[in-house]
Every structure is written in C-alpha cells, then in structure tokens.
C-alpha cells in the first residue's frame, strides 16, 4: 500500500537565443510526486577491468510490483547504458514441431526465441512474425524440415525496445511512473550495461520508490 510519497524536484538554468540569462522558478507544480509503500536504495559496485557489455540489474528489494520512481547516479566514470522494464514475451507449447503465440507487433520487432522446457526430440528453434497479434515459432532439424517431434515449451521476446537510454558519466536517470499510472505502464525492472572496460572501480546509486505488494 502507498502511504508516503518521494518528492522529486529540480531547477533550470540556461540562457536564451538572445544570450539572456534564464532560471525557471522553483514550484510546487514542478516536483514529480511518487507515492510508495517501500523503498530501496543501493550501491552497485563496478569492479576495476570490467568488461565493456556488463549488464547489472538495479534491486528492487520489497519494490516487488512496480515502481513509481527511479532515480540513478552514474559514478563509474564511463557512459552507461539503460534499460527499463524487461521485454514483451509470451510462451507457447510446440505441438507437431510449430505453434502460433500471442505478442503484440511493434515497429521494429527484434524476435528472440528460447525453449523453457524441454520434450520430445529437439530442434533449432526459429520465430517470425505472422500477424499484428501473433508469432510463429517453428522446431526444426537440418535436411529434414519441421521437427515434428519437437513438443517443448517455448518462450518468445520482443527486444525491440532494449537499451533505450543512455547516461553519462556524473549523469542522472530518473524515470518517474506516478500514482496515475496504469500497472502495465509503471517500472518494474531497470537495467544498466557498461559501454567500455572499467578503469578503476565505479559505482552506481540506486533509489527505487513503489508498492510492496
């Protein structure tokens, strides 16, 4: 249950096309107000060396539901990567090597498909996209055709919105959901990668605000 609220708030200063000095006043209509019922907040050590691709997932602790706000310091010294919530996915059951799965279309679709339980006799799975609504994964084994034996449980993703953001070194991320959000729109996983090795030991601040339940 949300019983607290995490205000966030921020100024502005910059300066005109003209070279005028500009600060947007300080408001209450300018904080970000996310009501919550737990927290987290961490530290995420990167290691000296680390290689660049490292990807970290950022605690929710009791956060386990949704989060109304995230906010992210980046101190590694390098740029980072974001990625927020995991990708679309749906799961199916193969039957006579082939099965139609509901996953919405989006613009872009980068399809992944993965077997999450094992039966029959496998193949090399593959997936495409048959409608606006719908994908097709197929089992297969090399000069044969379909695997018709093939009768495993698979799971397909859409990772066409992946790493979207990106945060600087000394950089903010601040993702903020709000109360009015609808479930499926708020946070519920944030990721970070590393774009190059590490030189010396960094470290990324997490604060996650949101609902235990």
Avoid: C
Wanted: hydrophobic share 40%; net charge negative.
């Amino acid at each position: 249950m949300s019983n607290r609220t995490a205000r966030l708030a921020f100024s502005l200063a910059y300066k005109d096309p003209d070279g005028t000095a500009v600060r947007v006043p300080n408001r209450k209509d300018q904080a970000s107000d996310a009501p919550y019922g737990a927290s987290a907040a961490s530290e995420i050590d990167v290691p000296d060396l680390t290689a660049a691709a490292t990807e970290y997932a950022v605690p929710f602790g009791s956060v386990n539901l949704a989060a109304t706000l995230v906010l992210l310091e980046n101190l590694t010294g390098q740029e980072l990567e974001v990625k927020a919530n995991a990708p679309p996915s749906a799961s199916g059951t193969l039957s006579s090597g082939a099965v139609d799965i509901t996953l919405a279309n989006a613009v872009g679709d980068r399809l992944l498909v993965e077997r999450t339980t094992s039966a029959g006799t496998a193949g090399v799975l593959s997936v495409k996209r048959k409608s606006d609504t719908e994908v097709t994964v197929q089992s297969w084994l090399a000069g044969t055709g379909i695997q018709a034996l093939d009768t495993s449980v698979v799971k397909v993703y859409n990772h066409k919105a992946d790493f979207t953001h990106r945060i600087p070194d000394k950089g903010f991320f601040m993702p903020v959901a709000g109360s009015e959000a609808p479930s499926a729109g708020k946070l519920t996983s944030v990721t970070v990668k590393t774009t190059a090795t590490q030189s010396g030991a960094g470290t990324v601040n997490a604060y996650v605000f949101g609902d235990p339940e």
